[in-house]
Structures are given as C-alpha cells and as structure tokens.
C-alpha cells in the first residue's frame, strides 16, 4: 500500500479540526473570563468607602469628592482625576474632572462624612449643627448618629402605620370590586349584601382617616429633626434628618470598619428597597421578580418540552409531518426574542387575557386584571421562547439510549409506557436536565420581550404577599435585566447610575451561576446513577 504524505494524512485524520475546535474553545473561555473580570473590577468596589480628599485649586475654589479614576489629559501632557463630589443639589453634577496641574493643595480631613440621602444621592461635607423646629446647635458626629437613630426609630414606627393603611386601602379595593360586581348584576339598592358593603366601606374610611391623620402628624413632627452641613466650598445645607439613610466619616474608619461596612451594603443590596430612580439602594424586588419569572417560565416549559419530545422521539411515525414539527423546532430556537414578545401580547394579554376578563371579570371592564402586562403571561412568554431547547435536547437524549435497553426491556414483559417511565426517562435524565439549564440561562437574561409582556420599572407589590389567594400572577414586576437597560440607558443621570449597572449584571451572571450550578449538580448525580456500559 502506498504510503501517504504526512501532509495529506494529517487533513485526513482532522488534525486541523481537532486545533480548530481547541482555539475556538480556548477563545470562549478567555472572552467570558474576561468580560467577568470586567464586570467584577468595576463592580464591587462601587459600595467601599473611599476615602473623601479636600482639594485647593489653583483658583483659589475648594472641592471635596471621592477619587474613581485617573487617566491622561488630551494632549498628553500631564495627567487628570475623575472626583465624585456628590452633593447634586448644590453641584447639579456627581463627578467632575480635574487637571493635576490645577491642583494647589490636596488633604484627607478627618472630619468630612458622607450622608446617603433618599434624593440627590451622596452628600460630602461637614456637620455645623443640629436643629429641631428650626433652632440650629453646634453637634458633633457622635450627637448626629445618636439623632438618626432616635430618627430611625419613629421612621420604623410610620412604616407600620403605613402597612395598617395599606391593608386598610387592600379592604376598600375589595369591597369596591363587590360593588361593581352588584352594579353589573343590578342590584337593587336595598340589597343586603350592597348595605353591608356600604356599612363596611365606612367604618373603613373612618379607620383610614384616622390611621392617616396620626401619619401625617407624626411624619411633620419627625421631619422637624435637621441638620446643617458644610460642602467642601463652604456652601451650607440643611438637611431633614428623616431623608439620611446613613452617615459615616470614612476618612476616620479602619480597614475592618469598612470591611464590615461593605458587608453590610452587600446585605443591604439583596433585600434592600430601591431608590433614586433604582440608581441607589437595593435590588431585592428585582431579584425577586427574576428568580420567579425563571421558576414559573420553568413549571410551563419544562413539562411541555418534555412531553412533545417523547412523543416525537417515542410516539409520532416518522414521516412527513413529524420532519416538518422538527424543522419547525429548530427554527422556533432562533426567531429573535422580539418576536415572541409580540405573539406573547397579542396571543396571551389581548387574546386570552381580554377572553378571561370577559367570562369572569365583566364588571370590572374597561379596566384589565388579566388582559394587561403581569407575570403569568411573562413566564408563558418565555416558555414559548425556551421550550424548542427543551424539546432538542430531550429528543437528543432519548435517542442516544442504546436500542438494546429498549428491546431488553420489553423482553421481560415490559409495556411502552413502563419502559419509558422506569426506563428511558431516567437514562435521558441528564440530557433532559441540560436542556433545561440551557433554558434558565437564557431566560434570565432576556429583555425585550419582558418589556411588552409585564416588567416595570418600579412594581408597587411583590407577586406574593400575605392576602389571598397569595400568589397574584396578575401583577407586574421588576426584572435585573430590564434594571441594566432602565439604569443604564433611561436614567437622567447616566454617568452615576454607571456602577449599579455593573453591579447589577454581576448579580444577575451570578443567579444564573447558581441555578445553573444546582442544575449541573442534579444532572451530574443523575448522570452517575442511571448512565453505566457505553451509554
């Protein structure tokens, strides 16, 4: 036989291929990597407390901020410094720019702090005073925490007067829906359920009037609390105590002491309230939102994949129109997304949506419960979107079972069913499983159809709460990646809402690592348990 070229057997045996695929991979890796690496340098160090350094221009003008970068100026010539000076109200701007030569002096006082507000964002500065009802005293830091916290105690005590009135507001609505109701079904006026009804909205009104006149009272003598204080270029602030979140001298904490701090605005982050627009605060009702978008998606598209794959694979004689169900299948997994969320609002909120508040919701139209944006039609949405991966992989899964499990099984008197059931569908377990984790991930992620089919900005409620029936489907919801878009691209101040959009996608690439890693876990311990021989 004739010996063929090293050149030509070593195209044949897919040498080439083989580096091919390796680079490739290796090119993957690298990129994710790196885009995490990115993700993570700008993104957790947005909550540790920086040092606050004063700064003497040349000018003679004085400016206090936070140093966030420091690059070279236009001509190259010398250097410059990006300072976070805060104070918006007062600046109209969070970060300025700062030429090094324009520098005549540079100090860390101990003295300076920095306020979070509920607005404007940071304060830095100096405490002046302190004042109650309008009369100012010099105070100390020590006097300023121990005043925020006597603050904080009659804020907490507002926030449950202000569940009573929000309970009481929850009451009213229902009984405002029964009224309707008995309006749709005419109801004469001296029907004993409309005067119970109209007896109970009253003793309501007068519970709410109440419960709002202690509130307002209440919330004027909190807001009476006040303090002064000095910006770096000697402007004076008066600040109400009751919009602090908190206040800290960072040029005065150790090492641990932020350590500690940084913690405690992590914790902070996950079950925290937003603010400022969402550029501030917390992301608990965005994680929230997004782990139950995933969880419900998943209860729809994971046993609708499933079962149309068995029967493909199982069931459906091949044939002309099974080829085509296929084709149709793949195709499915590569419409842009856009696409289904306009089915989603035209199929799901205007066409069953508007269907069930007709039949069951008559009396409360124009207005929607079921024909409008929420969670249900999200998740459906997305199931619609995610279910072709489901259906690949499982069918992929099943087919690779050896036809001799098949046969071997049913030689023992096995039935069809029982051979999938105890049989085929644990050894298709894993492969099942990854389709699934393909599924999440991508759900998760996804944006443009959560933008037509129920995400807000802003969600008044949480999909659940303690009034029945508990879960509300119905109701929209914050989602971390319509967070990113809405901070990143929407907000009015986009130069300071910049690192919580990093931080937001770290934690959204995070909540897919872990429920993708709890995925690939199952999977794996499926995998050693039911996979054994070649299969």
Known sequence: MKKLPTRVKYWRIGEPMVWLSGAALTTTLL?????????MVNGLGVFWPSDIQLLELKDGSRIAGTLTRTEPTADKSGLRRQYKIANRDLYGLDFRWI??????????????????????????????????????????????????????????????????????????????????????NKAPADNPERLEIESEKEQ????????????????????????????????????????????????????????????????????????ESNTEGGLFPAIFGTVMLIFVMSLFSFPLGVIAAIYLREYAKEGLLVRIVRIAVNNLAGIPSIVYGIFGLGFFIYGIGHSIDTLFFPERLPTPTFGTGGLLWASLTLALLTVPVVIVST??????????????????????????????????????????????????????????TGVVKLAPALPIDGNFPFLHLDRKFMHLGFHIYDIGFQSPNVEAAKPMVFVTTLLLVLIVLVMSSVAIRLRNKMKKRYTFGTF
């Open 204 to 275: 309501i009104k007068a519970e709410f009037a109440d419960l709002l006149e202690v509130q307002l009272s209440r919330t004027a003598k909190v807001r009476e609390a006040t303090a002064v204080f000095v910006s770096g270029d000697g402007r004076e602030k008066e600040v109400v105590l009751a919009d602090i979140v908190r206040a800290y001298t960072p040029n005065q904490m150790s090492v641990t002491e932020k350590i500690l701090f940084y913690a405690g605005k992590l914790v902070e982050l996950f079950i925290g309230e937003p603010r």
């Open 99 to 184: 030429d090094e030569a324009q520098i005549a002096h540079e100090e860390i006082p101990a003295n300076m702090l920095t306020l979070e507000r509920m607005e404007y964002g940071d304060f830095y500065g100096t405490l002046k005073s302190l004042g109650h009802a309008g009369q100012q005293d010099p105070a100390t830091f020590a006097q300023l925490e121990s005043a925020l916290a006597v603050v904080k105690a009659d804020l907490d005590g507002l926030k449950e007067l202000e569940e009573k009135l929000t309970a009481a507001s929850y009451r009213m609505e229902k009984l405002r829906l029964k009224t309707l109701k008995l309006d749709y």
């Open 395 to 452: 069918e992929e899964a099943l087919g690779a079972i050896p036809r001799e499990m098949r046969e071997g099984s049913y030689a023992l008197g096995s039935t069809k069913f029982q051979t999938l059931v105890r049989i085929l569908l644990p050894m298709a377990s894993p492969g099942i499983m990854t389709g699934l984790i393909l599924a999440m991930a991508r759900a998760a992620g996804e944006v443009a159809p959560l933008m037509i």
């Open 31 to 39: 990129t994710a990597i790196v885009l995490l690496i990115v993700i």
